[in-house]
C-alpha cells in the first residue's frame, strides 16, 4: 500500500502506524491497562515495525503520564533512527485543565520524546475547560514556534471537528487528523457523520483500537479461557463476554477463511480492510506487546484483499452489529 498525505498536511505516512500505549510500563491509571513491557521488549517491537515499513508512532501524554513517549523516544534511538525520519504523534491530555497548559507543558513533552520531534500533536479528548478555538489558538502557537508540525485532535465529534477545523483555518492551518476508534466491531464513524466530515474537510481519520483490542485476532475465540483471564477494564471497554464471543463467532469466521486463502491471520485481513474500505481516508495505529504482532501488522500493508472479499467482511461484521 501506498504512503498517505496526512490531512492537508506535507506529512506523510505508512497507512499503517505502531500505537504505543502497550509501553506505558504499567504506570498510573491508563497504564495499569496493560501488562508491562521491559525496554528490551519495547525496542524489538518498535524495530519490528519499522522493518515491516510502519514509518510512524502514536504516543500520548495519557498513556502512562508519558512514559510510552519516554520508552519509545529509547526504543528508536537504541534502533539508530535518525530524528525526522519517522513521524512522531503525541496528545495533550485535557481532563481538568485549561488551554493554558497546552503552552506550558509543550517542553515536557518535547524532552520526553528527545531526540525525536513532534510531527502531529493531538487534543487527545474533547474535555478541556477551555473552548475548543481557544485550544486550536493554542496549538497554532506551538505550529509558529515550530514546536509541532500539524495539529490533530482525538475522540472528537464531527460538530467538534467542526469547530477546530475553522478555528484552525483561521489560523491558516490544517486539521489534520481525527483519532477515534473504528474497527469491524465498532462503526460508529459512518453513522454519526465523523467520517463523512473528515472526507469533506480533508482530515485523515486515525483508527484506534483496530483490533478491538485481541478481539479480531480471534484469539479470544479460540481459547475463551484467555479472555476470562483479562484485566476487568479490558474486558469491558470491549464487552470481551462469553455472549460477545458468540455473536462476533460468524465475523471471526468469515475473517479466518479469507486469511486462509491469502496465508495471513484473521488480524492482517482485518487491518488491511480498516485501510482500504474507505479509501485512503482511514489510517490505522495497532498496538502490540510483542514483536510478532508489530510484524504482523506491519505485514497487513501488503495483503490486497478483493471488493468481493471487502464486501463479505463488512456484511458480516454489520451481521454481528445487527444481532447485539
Ligand atoms: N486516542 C485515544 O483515545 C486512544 C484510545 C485507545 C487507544 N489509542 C491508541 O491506539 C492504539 C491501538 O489501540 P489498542 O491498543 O487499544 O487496541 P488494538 O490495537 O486493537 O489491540 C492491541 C492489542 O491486540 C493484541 N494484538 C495485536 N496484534 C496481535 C496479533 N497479531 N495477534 C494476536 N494479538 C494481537 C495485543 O494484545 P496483547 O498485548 O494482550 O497480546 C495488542 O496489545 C494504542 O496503542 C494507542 O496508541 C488511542
Known sequence: MDARQLG?????????????????????????????????????????ALNGGISWFDTAEGHG???????????????????GSVVVATKWWPFLRTARSIGSTIGKRLAFLSPYPI?????????????????????AQLVRAKHIRAVGVSNFSARQMEEAHAA?????????SNQVRFNLLDRRIEENGVLDTARRL??????????????????????????SRLPRSRRFMNGIT????????????TLKAIAKAHSVTPSQ????????FHGDVVVAIP????????????AAMRLRLSSREMADIDEASKRCAASG
Not at 119 to 139: A, C
Open 242 to 253: 462469553p455472549a460477545r464471543l458468540a455473536v462476533t463467532a460468524p465475523l471471526i469466521g
Open 8 to 48: 492537508r498536511t506535507d506529512l506523510e505516512l505508512s497507512p499503517i502506524g505502531l500505537g504505543s500505549w502497550q509501553f506505558s510500563q504499567g504506570v498510573g491509571m491508563s497504564g495499569s491497562f496493560w501488562p508491562s513491557i521491559d525496554q528490551e521488549t519495547i525496542t524489538s517491537v518498535t524495530g519490528a
Open 269 to 276: 485481513v482485518a487491518l488491511a480492510w480498516t485501510v482500504s
Open 202 to 227: 480533508g482530515v485523515t481519520v486515525i483508527a484506534w483500537s483496530p483490533l478491538a483490542q485481541g478481539m479480531l485476532t480471534g484469539r479470544f475465540h479460540d481459547d475463551p479461557g484467555l479472555a
Open 65 to 83: 503520564r508519558g512514559r510510552s513517549e519516554q520508552t519509545l523516544a529509547a526504543a528508536l534511538s537504541a534502533l539508530g533512527v535518525r530524528p
Open 168 to 176: 484552525l483555518a483561521a489560523e491558516g492551518i490544517p486539521l489534520a
Open 287 to 298: 498496538g502490540a506487546s510483542k514483536p510478532a504482532q508489530a510484524e504482523q501488522s506491519a
Open 119 to 139: 510531527d502531529l500533536y493531538q487534543v487527545h479528548q474533547p474535555w478541556s475547560f477551555s473552548p475548543i478555538p481557544v485550544q486550536m489558538r493554542e496549538m
